[in-house]
């Protein structure tokens, strides 16, 4: 009786619904790209282009307030090394001349690699930030976060073939998953922020564990220091892959069929790339053997 006033509002309704799901639909993917360039840009950056102004600070912090300990330290150790070398040639009985060169020959090293700290510390970063860059142009070739423009008429089809009901249903799924996967952009974002911060940690404290290497015994520091600075070089180049990785399973997704089921992936693929990410610092370290 009433259908010539139902009719209209419920393709009003049912219009207004497919429009809200597009724009969900192409927010959310354009989320996800922003995502993955943004990981990639800041993997591949060293601790002086990510922010020179943190940087500047963190330099400045070493040279004024490191430097002087690490050259307390520096000649501790180096005194610590005569003294254990004297001692271990019989309790100073049985000593020669080629003693004193070795010496002089350590000492020698132990000073020109604190006097190089910061270039040595950047070039582990340069070359992490390549290895980085490379992986990143490697995986933009081969994979790609897919851009539903393509799929605009079949989603529209799929979303016509949709009762109002189910419409409803899925402008509710779609908010969510907008929802995590803006979530999961703020944890990605933590992840990255925390990796250059735990960097820049790093290169402020680098004269101290530099200063160690003249003695066996003391050198165990500064060995484990580059340990640590080598994995989160290489925490960049993992975090490439698992990037790589979650593009590949994401460009596998078949929007258009199924949309619901896409969609529930999409948020099991986000979560597994959070994940990896987060394990990613640990993995590093544990095939680098650094504590």
């Not at 254990?84 to 020669?96: A, G, V």
């Not at 995986?139 to 079949?154: E, G, L």
């Not at 580059?226 to 399973?249: D, E, N, P, T």
């Not at 693929?269 to 095939?287: D, E, P, Q, Y």
Request: proline share 2%; glycine share 6%.
């Amino acid at each position: 009786m009433f259908d010539f006033l139902i009719d209209p509002i419920d393709e009003f309704i049912r219009d207004m619904l497919k429009g809200w799901i597009m724009d969900n639909l192409t927010g959310l993917f354009t989320t996800l790209n922003n995502n993955v360039a943004g990981v990639s840009m800041e993997v591949s950056q060293t601790p002086s282009t990510w922010n020179g102004g943190i940087f500047s600070v963190i330099r400045q912090l070493s040279e004024t307030v490191m430097v002087p300990i690490a050259a307390v330290i520096i000649t501790y150790v180096l005194c610590y090394e005569l003294i254990t070398m004297l001692i271990d040639r019989n309790n100073m009985r049985d000593i020669d001349s080629a003693i004193f060169l070795k010496y002089i020959f350590k000492a020698g090293i132990a000073v020109f690699l604190l006097g190089k700290t910061s270039d040595i510390v950047m070039a582990v970063f340069d070359l992490g930030s390549q290895v980085s860059l490379r992986a990143g142009i490697v995986i933009y070739n081969s994979t790609a976060i897919p851009d539903i423009a393509s799929d605009v008429q079949a989603i529209h089809a799929r979303l016509n073939s949709m009762t109002t009901g189910e419409l409803w249903s899925f402008v509710f799924q779609s908010m969510f998953a907008q929802m995590a996967i803006n979530i999961m952009s703020v944890l990605v974002t933590v992840i990255m922020y925390g990796r250059m911060i735990e960097i820049y940690l790093y290169v402020s404290v680098a004269p101290v564990p530099f200063a160690t290497f003249g003695n066996k015994e003391w050198g165990s520091i500064g060995s484990n220091y580059l340990k640590g600075i080598f994995a989160l070089a290489l925490q960049g180049f993992f975090i490439m892959v698992c990037v790589g990785i979650y593009a590949a399973l994401v460009s596998g997704l078949v929007v258009a069929d199924d949309l619901s089921t896409a969609i529930w992936q999409l948020l099991a693929h986000t979560v597994v790339l959070c994940f990896s990410l987060f394990k990613t610092g640990s993995l590093a370290k544990a095939i680098l053997n650094s504590r």
